[in-house]
């Protein structure tokens, strides 16, 4: 069984920065992959950025070059830095680990920027 846990989020204005943290615990022996889904009011939940344990990265347009996803594998625990927040960035964001198939969620964080 695997725990995720989600930290960060919060509050900030257009052009600032938030991290985001999702760490996993449990019985994690092989590659896994691990990353942040989000949801704005009205909208579908979008993928947001992902990393594999082997450090491949994956991005949506909206987020490229503004946001970058690290994986501390000692950890099992990944890390979203969002930089030059927009007020389109608002939404809850949802950590995930997927590990064997299956799929691991922490709980909500919401992300909100003011303009």
């Known amino acids: 069984q695997v725990q995720v846990v989600a930290s960060g989020g919060g509050s900030v204005q257009a052009g600032g920065s938030l991290r985001l943290s999702c760490a996993a615990s449990?019985?994690?022996?092989?590659?896994?992959?691990m990353g942040w889904y989000r949801q704005a009011p009205g909208l579908q939940r979008e993928l947001v950025a992902q990393i594999t344990s082997g450090g491949n990265t994956y991005y949506v347009d909206s987020v490229k070059g503004r946001s970058t996803i690290a994986l501390d594998n000692t950890k099992n625990t990944a890390y979203l830095q969002m930089n030059s927040l927009k007020p389109e960035d608002t939404a809850v964001y949802y950590c995930y680990c997927e590990y064997s198939e299956r799929w691991y969620w922490g709980r909500g964080t919401q992300v909100t920027v003011s303009s």
């Open positions: 449990g019985s994690i022996y092989n590659s896994y992959i």
